[in-house]
Protein backbone atom coordinates (compact mmCIF):
# COMPACT_ATOMS: atom_id res chain seq x y z
CA UNK A 1 0.00 0.00 0.00
CA UNK A 2 1.67 3.54 -1.13
CA UNK A 3 1.86 5.73 2.09
CA UNK A 4 2.84 9.26 2.47
CA UNK A 5 3.03 10.95 5.52
CA UNK A 6 4.11 14.17 6.33
CA UNK A 7 5.54 15.54 9.62
CA UNK A 8 7.37 19.18 10.26
CA UNK A 9 4.66 21.36 10.72
CA UNK A 10 3.91 23.75 13.14
CA UNK A 11 3.76 27.48 14.61
CA UNK A 12 6.61 29.75 13.21
CA UNK A 13 6.76 33.29 13.41
CA UNK A 14 7.24 35.83 10.06
CA UNK A 15 10.61 35.54 9.02
CA UNK A 16 11.09 31.80 10.73
CA UNK A 17 12.15 28.38 9.28
CA UNK A 18 11.00 25.25 9.08
CA UNK A 19 11.89 21.55 7.82
CA UNK A 20 9.24 19.68 6.47
CA UNK A 21 9.44 15.78 6.00
CA UNK A 22 7.63 13.39 3.69
CA UNK A 23 8.18 9.99 4.25
CA UNK A 24 7.43 7.52 1.72
CA UNK A 25 6.69 3.78 1.85
CA UNK A 26 5.08 0.46 -0.75
CA UNK A 27 6.22 1.91 -3.66
CA UNK A 28 9.35 2.62 -5.81
CA UNK A 29 10.59 6.15 -4.14
CA UNK A 30 13.67 6.20 -5.76
CA UNK A 31 12.21 5.79 -8.72
CA UNK A 32 9.33 8.47 -8.48
CA UNK A 33 8.72 12.26 -8.72
CA UNK A 34 7.80 14.08 -6.03
CA UNK A 35 6.08 17.31 -5.40
CA UNK A 36 5.11 19.63 -2.33
CA UNK A 37 1.20 21.66 -2.85
CA UNK A 38 -0.32 23.70 -0.76
CA UNK A 39 -3.88 24.58 0.22
CA UNK A 40 -5.41 27.73 2.57
CA UNK A 41 -7.91 25.70 4.27
CA UNK A 42 -11.11 26.01 2.79
CA UNK A 43 -9.41 27.16 -0.45
CA UNK A 44 -7.75 26.08 -3.50
CA UNK A 45 -4.37 24.28 -4.00
CA UNK A 46 -1.42 26.02 -4.68
CA UNK A 47 1.31 23.59 -6.38
CA UNK A 48 4.53 24.46 -4.82
CA UNK A 49 7.68 22.64 -6.08
CA UNK A 50 9.18 19.14 -7.59
CA UNK A 51 11.26 16.97 -7.48
CA UNK A 52 13.03 14.51 -9.75
CA UNK A 53 13.54 10.76 -8.51
CA UNK A 54 17.37 11.74 -8.16
CA UNK A 55 17.53 15.18 -7.34
CA UNK A 56 18.78 16.19 -10.73
CA UNK A 57 15.66 18.78 -11.93
CA UNK A 58 14.14 20.87 -9.57
CA UNK A 59 11.22 23.26 -9.71
CA UNK A 60 9.84 26.30 -8.17
CA UNK A 61 6.37 28.12 -8.05
CA UNK A 62 7.32 31.43 -8.36
CA UNK A 63 5.99 32.39 -4.92
CA UNK A 64 8.18 30.30 -2.77
CA UNK A 65 11.33 30.55 -5.33
CA UNK A 66 14.49 31.63 -3.44
CA UNK A 67 12.97 31.00 -0.34
CA UNK A 68 12.43 27.26 -0.18
CA UNK A 69 14.32 23.95 -1.14
CA UNK A 70 13.17 20.79 -1.74
CA UNK A 71 15.64 17.74 -1.43
CA UNK A 72 15.55 13.93 -1.27
CA UNK A 73 17.45 10.91 0.77
CA UNK A 74 16.68 7.89 -1.61
CA UNK A 75 18.19 6.08 0.78
CA UNK A 76 15.42 6.88 3.63
CA UNK A 77 12.72 7.19 0.99
CA UNK A 78 12.06 10.70 2.56
CA UNK A 79 11.29 14.06 0.90
CA UNK A 80 11.91 17.40 2.46
CA UNK A 81 10.72 20.91 2.29
CA UNK A 82 13.12 23.71 4.03
CA UNK A 83 11.69 26.40 4.57
CA UNK A 84 13.03 29.86 4.96
CA UNK A 85 11.99 33.39 5.45
CA UNK A 86 8.32 32.31 6.00
CA UNK A 87 5.60 34.78 5.50
CA UNK A 88 2.09 35.22 6.92
CA UNK A 89 0.76 33.93 3.78
CA UNK A 90 3.07 30.65 3.40
CA UNK A 91 0.27 29.45 5.73
CA UNK A 92 -1.58 26.49 4.81
CA UNK A 93 -1.67 22.64 4.77
CA UNK A 94 1.42 21.00 2.76
CA UNK A 95 0.92 17.87 1.38
CA UNK A 96 3.34 15.85 -0.52
CA UNK A 97 2.04 13.67 -3.60
CA UNK A 98 4.10 11.35 -5.84
CA UNK A 99 4.23 11.82 -9.59
CA UNK A 100 5.25 9.70 -12.82
CA UNK A 101 7.45 11.59 -15.07
CA UNK A 102 7.46 15.26 -16.31
CA UNK A 103 3.32 15.58 -17.63
CA UNK A 104 2.32 12.94 -14.82
CA UNK A 105 -0.63 13.66 -12.84
CA UNK A 106 -0.24 13.74 -9.07
CA UNK A 107 -1.33 9.84 -8.13
CA UNK A 108 -0.90 9.29 -4.31
CA UNK A 109 -1.03 12.03 -1.86
CA UNK A 110 -0.40 12.58 1.87
CA UNK A 111 -2.23 13.87 4.78
CA UNK A 112 -0.67 17.10 5.02
CA UNK A 113 0.99 18.84 7.48
CA UNK A 114 -0.41 22.47 8.79
CA UNK A 115 2.02 25.35 8.58
CA UNK A 116 0.83 28.76 10.81
CA UNK A 117 2.88 31.72 9.92
CA UNK A 118 2.05 34.03 12.37
CA UNK A 119 3.27 36.59 15.41
CA UNK B 1 1.55 30.81 -16.14
CA UNK B 2 -1.17 28.73 -17.53
CA UNK B 3 -4.26 29.40 -15.67
CA UNK B 4 -7.27 27.19 -15.31
CA UNK B 5 -11.04 28.58 -14.66
CA UNK B 6 -13.09 25.79 -13.62
CA UNK B 7 -17.07 26.09 -13.60
CA UNK B 8 -18.91 26.09 -11.56
CA UNK B 9 -17.61 27.26 -8.62
CA UNK B 10 -19.99 25.54 -6.66
CA UNK B 11 -23.30 23.56 -7.36
CA UNK B 12 -26.45 21.91 -5.42
CA UNK B 13 -27.42 18.33 -6.75
CA UNK B 14 -29.67 15.21 -6.09
CA UNK B 15 -28.46 11.49 -5.47
CA UNK B 16 -29.29 10.42 -9.05
CA UNK B 17 -28.28 13.78 -11.42
CA UNK B 18 -25.91 14.31 -14.03
CA UNK B 19 -23.30 16.68 -12.80
CA UNK B 20 -20.87 18.26 -15.45
CA UNK B 21 -17.76 20.59 -14.18
CA UNK B 22 -15.87 22.12 -16.83
CA UNK B 23 -12.12 23.35 -16.94
CA UNK B 24 -10.72 25.76 -19.60
CA UNK B 25 -7.03 26.68 -19.64
CA UNK B 26 -5.14 29.95 -21.06
CA UNK B 27 -3.71 28.17 -23.71
CA UNK B 28 -3.14 24.61 -25.52
CA UNK B 29 -2.58 22.47 -23.22
CA UNK B 30 -3.16 19.35 -25.46
CA UNK B 31 -4.65 16.32 -23.19
CA UNK B 32 -2.61 17.19 -19.83
CA UNK B 33 -5.78 17.60 -17.47
CA UNK B 34 -6.16 15.63 -14.16
CA UNK B 35 -9.28 15.78 -11.83
CA UNK B 36 -9.06 15.22 -8.66
CA UNK B 37 -11.90 14.81 -5.73
CA UNK B 38 -11.43 16.45 -2.11
CA UNK B 39 -13.46 15.41 0.77
CA UNK B 40 -13.19 17.69 4.24
CA UNK B 41 -9.89 17.26 5.76
CA UNK B 42 -8.36 14.58 3.33
CA UNK B 43 -5.88 14.89 0.97
CA UNK B 44 -6.88 15.31 -2.61
CA UNK B 45 -7.70 11.77 -4.78
CA UNK B 46 -6.66 11.56 -8.70
CA UNK B 47 -10.01 10.47 -10.38
CA UNK B 48 -9.14 11.14 -13.93
CA UNK B 49 -5.64 11.66 -15.94
CA UNK B 50 -5.17 12.92 -19.11
CA UNK B 51 -8.46 14.32 -19.81
CA UNK B 52 -10.01 11.21 -19.96
CA UNK B 53 -8.38 8.08 -18.24
CA UNK B 54 -9.78 6.71 -15.37
CA UNK B 55 -7.39 6.18 -12.35
CA UNK B 56 -7.98 2.54 -10.79
CA UNK B 57 -10.41 2.19 -8.50
CA UNK B 58 -12.25 4.87 -9.35
CA UNK B 59 -16.06 4.11 -10.49
CA UNK B 60 -17.00 4.05 -14.18
CA UNK B 61 -19.22 6.85 -13.47
CA UNK B 62 -16.58 9.52 -13.16
CA UNK B 63 -15.93 10.17 -16.83
CA UNK B 64 -13.90 13.04 -18.76
CA UNK B 65 -13.00 14.50 -21.65
CA UNK B 66 -12.01 17.38 -23.98
CA UNK B 67 -8.50 18.78 -25.48
CA UNK B 68 -6.63 21.86 -26.36
CA UNK B 69 -8.30 24.30 -24.12
CA UNK B 70 -11.47 23.15 -22.53
CA UNK B 71 -12.11 20.01 -20.75
CA UNK B 72 -15.41 18.88 -18.82
CA UNK B 73 -15.78 16.14 -15.55
CA UNK B 74 -18.80 14.05 -16.11
CA UNK B 75 -20.29 12.45 -13.02
CA UNK B 76 -23.08 10.45 -14.70
CA UNK B 77 -25.36 9.54 -11.82
CA UNK B 78 -24.19 11.05 -8.41
CA UNK B 79 -23.89 9.44 -5.81
CA UNK B 80 -23.95 9.87 -1.55
CA UNK B 81 -20.19 9.80 -1.89
CA UNK B 82 -19.43 12.19 -4.64
CA UNK B 83 -20.40 15.09 -2.45
CA UNK B 84 -17.22 16.77 -2.25
CA UNK B 85 -14.74 19.68 -3.82
CA UNK B 86 -13.33 18.45 -7.69
CA UNK B 87 -10.17 20.52 -8.59
CA UNK B 88 -8.57 19.81 -12.40
CA UNK B 89 -5.16 20.37 -12.86
CA UNK B 90 -2.78 20.90 -15.96
CA UNK B 91 0.16 19.44 -16.24
CA UNK B 92 1.23 20.67 -19.36
CA UNK B 93 4.25 22.52 -17.78
CA UNK B 94 5.63 23.99 -14.82
CA UNK B 95 4.29 25.68 -12.81
CA UNK B 96 1.41 23.22 -12.26
CA UNK B 97 -1.69 24.78 -11.77
CA UNK B 98 -4.98 24.13 -10.47
CA UNK B 99 -9.04 24.96 -11.21
CA UNK B 100 -10.58 27.46 -8.57
CA UNK B 101 -12.89 24.28 -7.62
CA UNK B 102 -16.23 23.09 -7.78
CA UNK B 103 -18.03 22.17 -4.77
CA UNK B 104 -20.85 19.74 -5.18
CA UNK B 105 -23.47 20.08 -2.45
CA UNK B 106 -26.83 18.35 -1.67
CA UNK B 107 -29.88 19.67 -2.52
Redesign the interface.
Known sequence: EVQLVESGGGLVQPGGSLRLSCAASGFTFSSSWM?W?RQVPGK????VS?INSDGTSI?Y??SVNGRFTISRDNAKNTMYLQMNSLRVEDTAVY?CAR?GGV??????????TLVTVSS | DIQMTQSPSSLSASVGDRVIITCRASQNINSYVNWYQQKPGKAPKLLLYISSSLQSGVPSRFSGSGSGTDFTLTISSLQPEDFASYFCQQSHSIPFTFGGGTRVEIK
Open positions: HVGLLWRSAAFGTSPLNYWGQG
